[in-house]
Structure formats: structure tokens, C-alpha cells
């Protein structure tokens, strides 16, 4: 048996999502069928969306073995459950993998009805394509594992490429932290404002910013020589003299997003702001935020901040936690996700 526990208990007293906006939903009639479950990697997110829909967090164990091999156990009766599994995969990346999927087949071999995977951040996702010789398509594979594991279907927020929702054989629902972006830097009310994408894939994301702001848009040609490592090549669109946002869906060491950053001041930008979905923010990451010109970096909590990162004044954090409980009750209740977006 396991040799340390961690139990993941019932709470009465539930945290109070940030957003103003997110009211708590009038569900038509209390049913102990909706079950939402989560393992460790997010667990503060999950209280959040508990809190939002009126629920209680479900029961499970989740502990290792003394040679590092996850235990789950789900301590409260799922058969015929629609469940939600919430876990992102975020560092350490194969053990919350590992987590969800145990989870998933813990519930599945109990009888849920119906299991969804809510993946606020997912994992592997930019190894999506041989871009080299005799390399693998890992989104590909974990998309493939989460099936194998139980999934019914999948709810997943800013993916690093919005056709991964092919690499699934089961439904996707694909969630933009957009909304809750934009409606923060509308009340800033930033003037002169370019929106900017970091680069070429990116130019959807920025414009939907852009036109949702009302403002200008402007993309950076980069190359990237290798792994985590970009030069920036040129600036495409007029930023001088202007305040500029960079958007982009992760920050993982921030080396690109200080090149962006540097080259829109270099080109005469007056300010430089910087938003994302994920704030990966690993190795040096903090330490070249703080190094930056960025003046403020605007995350969501799809992950945890490390406590680096906490400590950096100019890292913001934005709660996504009602957007997600609404699309979780859409889903329960058969309703559209996407109207959540008109």
C-alpha cells in the first residue's frame, strides 16, 4: 500500500471566483449525478469552479508509492455519474499526465456514465507534427491515451493549435481565455494600442484581441534556430510612439516574449504589455520577465504559479474559473458551449 496520503477532502467553505462578471448559475434542479473530481496539479482552480457551480469537490485519493507510482483511489459512489476529471498538465507534466489518467480509469471501471477530461492546460501540444526526422506527434499520443483512459469527451482551454481537436476520436470542446482578457485591458483603457502577435500562427488570436479592442494590429517575423531559443527578425505594422500588447497562448522560459518585447521598443513603442493563457514560466523565466521592458504580464490561473513567480509585481493573474464552470454546465445540461463566446 501506499506509503504517504493525500486526501482530497469535502470543503463547506468554498473560495469566491475574481471575475465580477461570473454570477453563479441557476441550475433548473440539484443532481447528485454531477460529480467534478480533480488530482493535484490545480486543485485551488477546481475549488473555484466547485464554488461557482454550487457544488462540492468529489472524494478522491491521490498518493504515491514509496518507488514514485501513482495510487488513486475514488472514495464516493460514481455509478451512472456525469463526472468531470479537471487536471492540467502542467510541471511535473507526466505525473499530472499519469493523474488524470488513472483517474479516468478509476471512474471508468466504476461505472460513471459519462467521463470528461477538463484539461485547462494541455500538455505536449507543440509537438505536433514531424518537424524532424524520426521524432514523434506526442499530442497526438496523449490525445490517444486520454481516449484509451476513459474519456468520453474532452474540454480543453487555448490549445497551442486549435486543429489538435483532430488528433481526438471523441468531442472536443476548445475554450478561449479571450473574454476575460479582453474585458481586463478594455478597463485599462490603454491608448494608441497595437495589438501584437509574437508571431505568424498567432495572427488569429491577435486579431480576434484587435477587433474585440478596437485597435491596431502588428505582427513580429521570428526565426527560431532551436528549441526555446527565437531571434527576432522584423516588425510588421506601425508601433511607434504607440502602447503594445503582446498576446500569445503560453509563456514558457519568456526568451521570445523579451526579444518581441524589446524589438516593438527598439521600433519606438511607447509601452509594452503582454498577456497569455498559460503562464508555463519555466527556467528563467521570472528572472527575464523581470528584466524585461514588459511593464505587465497578464496570465490566467490554468496554472499554478510557481513562488518565483508570485513574487514578480508585474505578473497579474486573472481568473478563469467561471468560464470554465459555465462550459461545464453546458455540457451537462446538453446546452451550447459556444454561445459562451457570441
Do not use: W
Not at 501506499?2 to 448559475?25: F, L, N, Y
Not at 490517444?144 to 468531442?171: M, S
Not at 453546458?330 to 454561445?339: G, K, W, Y
Amino acid at each position: 500500500m501506499p506509503t504517504a496520503t493525500t486526501i482530497v477532502e469535502k470543503t463547506e467553505k468554498k473560495p469566491v471566483p475574481d471575475e465580477k462578471s461570473e454570477r453563479k448559475p441557476q441550475r433548473a434542479r440539484v443532481d447528485d449525478r454531477f460529480k467534478i473530481f480533480c488530482g493535484t496539479a490545480n486543485e485551488a482552480l477546481a475549488d473555484e469552479v466547485c464554488a461557482f457551480l454550487g457544488l462540492t469537490r468529489g472524494q478522491a485519493l491521490v498518493t504515491r508509492f514509496a518507488d514514485g507510482e501513482c495510487y488513486v483511489q475514488i472514495q464516493e459512489n460514481v455509478r451512472g455519474a456525469d463526472v468531470f476529471v479537471m487536471q492540467p498538465t502542467c510541471r511535473p507534466v507526466d505525473m499530472h499526465l499519469m493523474e488524470l489518467l488513472m483517474m479516468m480509469d478509476a471512474l471508468k471501471r466504476a461505472s460513471a456514465r459519462r467521463i470528461t477530461a477538463v484539461i485547462p492546460y494541455f500538455g505536449y501540444a507543440r509537438q505536433d507534427r514531424k518537424d524532424k526526422p524520426r521524432v514523434p506527434i506526442s499530442s497526438k499520443l496523449v490525445a490517444d491515451l486520454l481516449t484509451t483512459a476513459g474519456a468520453d469527451r474532452a474540454l480543453v482551454v487555448d490549445l497551442h493549435a486549435p486543429q489538435l481537436q483532430g488528433f481526438f476520436n471523441i468531442p472536443v470542446d476548445h475554450l478561449f481565455a479571450s473574454p476575460v482578457l479582453v474585458d481586463y485591458f478594455k478597463k485599462l483603457n490603454l491608448p494608441d494600442l497595437t495589438v501584437v502577435s509574437p508571431d505568424a500562427g498567432g495572427v488569429e488570436r491577435a486579431r480576434f484581441f484587435a477587433k474585440k479592442m478596437d485597435a491596431a494590429l502588428a505582427i513580429v517575423d521570428k526565426r527560431r534556430v532551436e528549441m526555446n531559443v527565437a531571434e527576432v527578425m522584423n516588425v510588421i505594422g506601425e508601433v511607434d510612439g504607440r502602447t503594445c500588447l503582446i498576446i500569445d497562448d503560453l509563456i514558457d522560459t519568456a526568451g521570445t516574449l523579451v526579444k518581441v518585447a524589446q524589438a516593438l521598443v527598439a521600433n519606438g513603442a511607447k509601452t509594452v504589455y503582454s498577456c497569455c493563457s498559460h503562464p508555463v514560466l519555466s527556467g528563467p523565466a521570472v528572472e527575464n520577465l523581470s528584466n524585461s521592458p514588459i511593464t505587465e504580464v497578464v496570465v490566467t490561473n490554468t496554472i499554478p504559479l510557481s513562488e518565483a513567480a508570485r513574487q514578480l509585481p508585474k505578473i497579474r493573474v486573472l481568473s478563469i474559473a467561471g468560464l470554465i464552470g459555465r462550459a461545464i454546465q453546458s455540457i451537462h445540461e446538453e446546452t451550447s458551449v459556444s454561445r459562451l463566446f457570441i
